[in-house]
């Protein structure tokens, strides 16, 4: 859906492209069994309440133009498509269908079980740059899109990463205190990726966007209009309009993916956009990424020790150690000065979810590299060992049921290795307060 959204087909045509992610999404995520004219009318197309479809037909024809589209994608840019989605007539549920021709099961050296993402540029997650005019911030912008078509040709070409070893296959996977909860046959697990597109609209408007305004309906499009410049406008909403996520973020949620199944959960890949409030009530989760592009982790942060905060001087992201232990420090940043190796830093998290039914796993670095060096701790064969250890480490007292890890790693040209933990509190399991 993703990929046909994206497409030239409906490049000019952001009505049908919102109303296919309506609609996809609400079979998909929803589980949707009907879907009316009024709804996609009022939800999408900005219809009043008191909308009559009788009245007013611009649902059918929208609907009429965009069987027509997806009609062309399959046929020309999507003939290699693995999974064929249609709106059959009569219906407004997509409906998604295997190829015939295509074996189900690997198309494009991708895994049908993994769907390809749209991937962004290695920076997504960097720190911000200062506001500057508005050509210097025109120019990031053709960049940053430049950069995140490259990553989408190299995806497509190169075929998604085959996960390492993820832990050791003698070793029941129902002995691993991590995984054991977080991949359950009896609860879905939501593997949800960073919205990188929102990190670039709050870097360029040089803001943070919080929670509340991303599940507004008219997001981003009010913020969007505040903005005198309308060039600015015209490419803000070109970069709002898109869907991507870093190839970091890909490759863990690949892991994360091959992980479930050996675990045997039902596990599905999630954009952040496209997750509501209530599975968080219900489901797993694994989030990868910092709130900077996963604005649903503020839902957990009135758990959390270390907080993501900006410095303002520096334009540089740290994690604030709300109540330092002794021989802690009160800031965790990435050092400067422009040595080889600097240390970066990721908050790792294993919290219940909003009702306390299940468990949410955050793996939130203040850059890219930190993401990509928590994911490989956690995943790591001797992890399980150490979050043990760590659990129980209250002399006399009952394991603690969650945790939060402060990890440390060395960066090398951009990469992290050399991780450690530097830091812990246990949580008790008590849901997050609303």
């Not at 390809?116 to 920076?123: E, K, R, S, Y």
């Not at 675990?263 to 956009?273: E, F, I």
């Not at 990424?289 to 009135?302: A, T, V």
């Not at 334009?315 to 330092?324: I, M, Q």
Request: glycine share 8%; hydrophobic share 40%.
């Amino acid at each position: 859906m993703q990929r046909v959204a994206a497409s030239r087909h409906l490049a000019k045509a952001p009505q049908l492209r919102d109303i296919l992610v309506y609609v996809s999404h609400r079979v998909l995520a929803d589980h949707a069994a009907t879907i009316s004219e009024q709804e996609i009318g009022r939800k999408v197309l900005g219809r009043r309440p008191d909308f009559n479809p009788n009245e007013d037909n611009i649902v059918r024809v929208q609907i009429r133009h965009l069987r027509k589209k997806l009609e062309d994608y399959f046929s020309m840019d999507g003939v290699a498509e693995p999974v064929i989605l249609t709106i059959p007539k009569g219906s407004y549920l997509p409906h998604f269908e295997p190829r015939p021709e295509h074996p189900a099961h690997d198309v494009m050296g991708v895994s049908a079980e993994v769907p390809a993402l749209i991937v962004a540029h290695p920076g997504a997650e960097t720190p911000r740059p200062r506001a500057g005019r508005f050509w210097r911030t025109a120019a990031l912008v053709v960049l940053l899109l430049a950069a995140a078509f490259g990553g989408l040709t190299w995806w497509k070409h190169r075929g998604a990463p085959r996960p390492p070893a993820v832990a050791e296959e003698s070793q029941p996977a129902r002995e691993d205190p991590l995984w054991s909860r977080v991949f359950s046959p009896r609860r879905q697990t939501s593997i949800v990726v960073a919205d990188t597109n929102l990190v670039m609209v709050q870097d360029i408007l040089d803001t943070d966007i919080p929670l509340s305004e991303y599940l507004k309906g008219g997001y981003p499009e009010k913020l969007i209009e505040s903005i005198p410049n309308r060039e600015l406008q015209s490419a803000l909403r070109l970069i709002a309009a898109r869907q991507y996520t870093s190839l970091g973020d890909a490759n863990l949620a690949a892991r994360f993916m091959d992980l479930g199944r050996r675990y045997g959960a039902q596990t599905n890949l999630r954009y952040s956009r496209y997750v509501s409030v209530r599975e968080f009530k219900t489901g797993n989760f694994v989030l990868v990424g910092s709130r900077r592009g996963i604005p649903w982790e503020q839902l957990f942060e009135s758990q959390l020790n270390f907080d993501l905060e900006e410095d303002h001087a520096t334009r540089r992201y740290h994690l604030r150690n709300k109540s330092p232990l002794p021989g802690e420090r009160s800031v965790y940043g990435v050092s400067s000065g422009g040595r080889a190796h600097e240390a970066t830093y990721a908050d790792i998290a294993l919290l219940p979810n909003l009702t306390g039914s299940g468990n949410v796993l955050i793996l939130s670095g203040i850059d890219m590299a930190a993401t990509e060096a928590a994911g490989e701790l956690v995943t790591s064969p001797d992890f399980g060992a150490t979050l043990t250890r760590l659990l129980n480490s209250r002399a006399g007292q009952p394991a603690a049921s969650y945790i939060e890890i402060l990890l440390e790693a060395k960066v090398t040209a951009g990469t992290g290795g050399d991780a450690r933990i530097v830091g812990y509190r246990l949580i008790e399991g008590s849901r997050p307060a609303s």
